[in-house]
């Protein structure tokens, strides 16, 4: 693991979904870019001492080399440092498991799309929420047609820790995100913006070909955006909608989506992540449950517990683990793992969010 | 009444609205085209056989005569005939009750206004969702500034009975509502659009100064939107968002607002029109009923009911209803009811909204 | 109408539900005890100054004998008076629409049936809950064998007005509920319980065998029960349970049921009384609409708005309103309208309870 | 581990709330009593093949013997075991952690309680829904007064899996928790009515003194209880009411609990775990969020996750153990920890449960 020292949130997520799959075991890391926080960080989560690394790069070359070395590295250190490092570690033959956004640019990720193609290995984005099993029954849903053709979707994702400037107060999480520097050209469409895009995109299968971005901030002296608009255009001619922010009092952390074809519809939000509503037009709204009889067996397959035993965000990262840990492990990709290759798509729309937006909020090709 | 005979919608509930109230009688009509059925109409609600008028204009010419003719008129035609009923009315002294939208161009409203001001008459709009206890309640909270500025507000419209082409079934709702003879410009931003921007408008007070808007029909055959997405922007800086649709399949008749400032955020949605979230920053999210003790007492006021005994739709029509009565009855005017002037501007809105969209959706002043 | 003079709340429930229907006209009543109160409630609600009695049984007797008298009677006293005054009126020949509960005693009520079949004139109580179209929805499900046999059902039923001792305080309408000599034997399982218990046996058309209820009160100086659990058992084996309180901190006016059988189940709450969960064993769980596609065309029938615009309350009571009419004008029973009949039985439910509850809560028959 | 061969449901989940912790080995084991799948099973979770006892008392006497021998041992094997299994480790001086209910009786409990007192070995029960963040939360709330005296609560656990006869055809998690000899006396009353009955204790801190239950079974051939209704009184003269059920259909898992006081009320439902709604008589009703700003900072301490992350049954399961773990190491006992004497008062609640019921249901003492 590089990042993920004491303090930080995302990396003991990982780890704690890599112990609920069971297929893991953490040997080495770089968690800190302080020595000493680095040193107790490693011991606390129980590496041999000559395993932490202070340096990643001596990590990569190390491991590497030891007949015992990892298989794998997991990524979750601020953006910016994602792509020298993934880098770092497929050059020494180390598979990728890295945190969203892959990279800072559509233009590293591909790079490192070809990097891992040339070493054959490769790079996992972390998309967590792809991994809900009602996301996986609505996905399987749409794609084998039961709503008929997509006519509109609408995906939302708000919060409201940013709502004050708390960047400004010492708050470690905000600083770095609001930092061009350390986050990338966007906020809260980079940060969370392309979560909910990547969730249309998996549940539907497809990728608007037009959008128009209008990106504001609400804070004084903050640069990247706080809050989004985006509309968006499929070549089919369907429309979408997203909508994010970091400023939405009262909105905890709510990831909702929508999705309407001709013959019917499915809705699903976080906050209830194992109910999904289909509409099939001209019948009864459906209330569907995780792991109960009317889901598909996939979805009860996927399941940790049985239905009515409330599964979470946690199970749903593990999840993603437990499937990564199977494609290493056999070596077959299954179609749901989020790839590289979706997340250049994903700073893709990023990027031409950012040029729709500094350009009045036009619509741009992408 | 003009309009409403047997086998329309919207002329009974403005009956059983007023009869709610008992402040009105009803006491003329021409309530259809067809004679025959003006006649049995009439007769059917209680008119005197020699004050049901197979032309409007004879009714209104014969009212203003009578000693005991009516003082206010109800139009609940299509939208087409509202300007010229309207019209007709007012000339002859008779002040204006009339249903959403108020004309067909912005230009026939101001026409209407001005007519209202030289003779002295009122013209009421009568946007019903206004008129909900707890709509007023998130009103006077807003404008008294608990949420402080506003930042954005996000407005969602969505019905799904167009999600087929009945109108070629013969539909009779369905077949005016989408002949632009009929029912003019804008297809479902015109029908519920309005209702959309019209609540947004009331509980700010605030209206948008540009907006780009992408206007779809998704059936083969249709003319108008039957869809829209909408972005707004207010001079302060504050950002907008309007989404209706009459194909959202599983979308019976959902309207919602929520509205966010700087600090605290509320939302309303009409499928629990009794209650409203209150979200002031940092503190717990309050579900606030109406006409318990948290909700101010002008909302106890306006109720029909104690609290937990569910009022709905026809209860706030009739709040409308009793509001105009007191102002004719008292000539006060109060700055709830919604009058011809915010018609002029929600038609100026549908205007802006068709022109941006025929312009692929690009942002324009409005 | 008797009873219902200024400052009472359910009069004028019962008189916006008639002229919602447009069906009844107010001509004559005895609205309050008090005859300043009375005349001047009588002009305010449109009586003829003739017709404003200061005394029912004047009212009763004059009416009966104009050409132009009141064809039925509107009883909204408190509760003890209802008994003499139906009966008054039924000697005269005069129709009963009647308050619940009817009387203070099954043997009132007995009395009271025996009169009406002698005279032949209707006896209605207005158990408004079962005028719910979902409520109809779900009792035609039942009674069709959807759910199969009946297994077991919750109703519950919970308010929190009378949380402290406000009837110390001068609150008008907790004074008379809570006194014996005005309320009757019973304080909440009387005023709302039999509410609960009609709404079950109109559900399942069943009526138990054996119950034991827990009556308690929570205020220092209250006499009556204002909490209550009460189990039941049918002759068929199925159990119920009973839940009613005014003492619930946070329940508004919470009324919900929950109906299980062998094949299937139903849940419905007054708070979203336009919904209906319905559960097939096996199945995914459905919501149903009143209106919509989904439930079945009675409930269309009875509706007065269409799907997802909130009918409440008032609606409801205009209905049963409505049904009365019908019946007083054909002469035609239906099966949905609650007669005195099975008011009988709600009076043994309440004698049942006080009694086993004074009992220490043992089973008895009834 | 004794118990949760392949094929188990509640062993696994054992074994990944320990690993979610990350402060447990799983060493050692007797997981089947089927050599062959005990084998297998224990070489499945990496158990070295030295340490996969087919006999759980070799287990506990090896074990005891080694240097590196377990600590603890975690019971997951069908009821009618629990008590020899924890006796029998608690004489060779190992920790036990069991599953509930811990025997079959209140006097095997009292015995356990005996023997763990003499060789100074703790033993714990797995209550896990009593480890949800806000469940903590409210019984914090509960415990410092904010509610005021207890009047009265409901707690329902029902379920829906054993609707038909499945224990019939095959179904093994049926099979043994219907038959009295390997479940005990009791049937949902003891499955998951102990839940209930312990959650309201743990949240109150209350155990009622009277109780009558009425027990219930609905399928032919079914000797245990599959539903009931149990009330109970407190010495205070508070009232509550407990209803279970495993043939509820509809009810997937939903255990939920209201706590009403003279002064304000809670309400928690585990279909919704992070959320708690709060009445204060006299304001509006606030929903607490897990880890938000409103709940307290020792609810914030046991999250795993920032506020709006969906934490579910595992985690809950995951705070247990990891205050199992605390409880070990430091030897600090915490109130909020399980233990064996609530597990007495459990079993009490049990057997005065089928005492009740067997005499009709009576009242009895407890």
């Known amino acids: 693991m590089v990042g993920g020292g004491q303090g930080a949130f995302i990396g003991n997520?990982?780890?704690?979904?890599?112990?609920?799959?069971?297929?893991?075991?953490?040997?080495?890391?770089?968690?800190?870019?302080?020595?000493?926080?680095?040193?107790?960080s490693g011991l606390d989560i129980g590496l041999a001492s000559d395993r932490v690394y202070s340096d990643y790069k001596d990590?990569?070359?190390?491991?590497?080399?030891?007949?015992?070395?990892?298989?794998a590295i997991v990524i979750v250190t601020p953006n910016y440092l994602h792509f020298e490092v993934a880098q770092t570690f497929l050059q020494h033959g180390i598979h990728v498991i890295c945190d969203k956004p892959i990279c800072m640019s559509s233009e590293e990720s591909l790079?490192?799309?070809?990097?891992?193609?040339q070493v054959?290995?490769?790079?996992?984005?972390?998309?967590n929420y792809t991994a809900y099993p009602m996301v996986r029954e609505a996905r399987e849903r749409v794609l084998r047609g039961d709503l008929?053709?997509?006519?509109?979707?609408?995906?939302?994702?708000?919060?409201?820790?940013?709502a004050t400037d708390i960047e400004q107060q010492g708050h470690k999480q905000a600083s770095w995100r609001v930092n061009p520097e350390l986050a990338g050209i966007a906020g809260c469409i980079g940060d969370i913006g392309v979560h909910a895009y990547n969730l249309a995109h998996f549940m539907t299968?497809?990728?608007?070909?037009?959008?128009?971005?209008?990106?504001?901030?609400?804070?004084?002296?903050?640069?990247?955006?706080?809050h989004a608009h985006v509309l968006l255009r499929y070549s089919s001619g369907a429309r979408g909608i997203l909508i994010v922010s970091q400023v939405a009092i009262g909105s905890e952390n709510r990831l909702s989506i929508q999705i309407v074809g001709e013959r019917g519809a499915l809705e699903w939000q976080q906050q209830q992540p194992d109910q999904l509503h289909y509409h099939a037009h001209g019948e009864a709204t459906q209330i569907l449950s995780r792991a109960r009889h009317q889901s598909s067996p996939e979805t009860s397959a996927i399941s940790l517990l049985p239905a009515g035993h409330p599964e979470g965000f946690l199970e749903a990262f593990a999840l993603l683990?437990?499937?990564?840990?199977?494609?290493?492990?056999?070596?077959?990709?299954v179609d749901t793992l989020p790839m590289i290759h979706s997340a250049i798509s994903d700073m893709e729309f990023?990027?031409?969010?950012?040029?729709s937006s500094q350009n009045n909020a036009t619509w741009i090709w992408y």
């Open 13 to 40: 997520i990982h780890r704690i979904a890599m112990r609920i799959t069971d297929h893991y075991e953490l040997l080495a890391g770089c968690l800190s870019s302080d020595p000493k926080r680095n040193r107790s």
């Open 59 to 71: 990590m990569a070359k190390a491991e590497s080399q030891r007949k015992d070395g990892i298989q």
């Open 111 to 117: 790079q490192l799309l070809r990097l891992s193609q």
């Open 120 to 127: 054959q290995k490769l790079v996992f984005v972390t998309y």
């Open 148 to 162: 008929g053709p997509l006519r509109f979707l609408k995906v939302e994702y708000t919060q409201d820790w940013l």
């Open 205 to 226: 299968g497809k990728i608007p070909s037009m959008l128009a971005a209008d990106l504001v901030n609400f804070i004084d002296g903050r640069i990247l955006d706080d």
């Open 321 to 333: 683990y437990r499937e990564i840990a199977t494609c290493l492990l056999d070596g077959q990709l």
């Open 350 to 355: 990023i990027e031409a969010c950012v040029k």
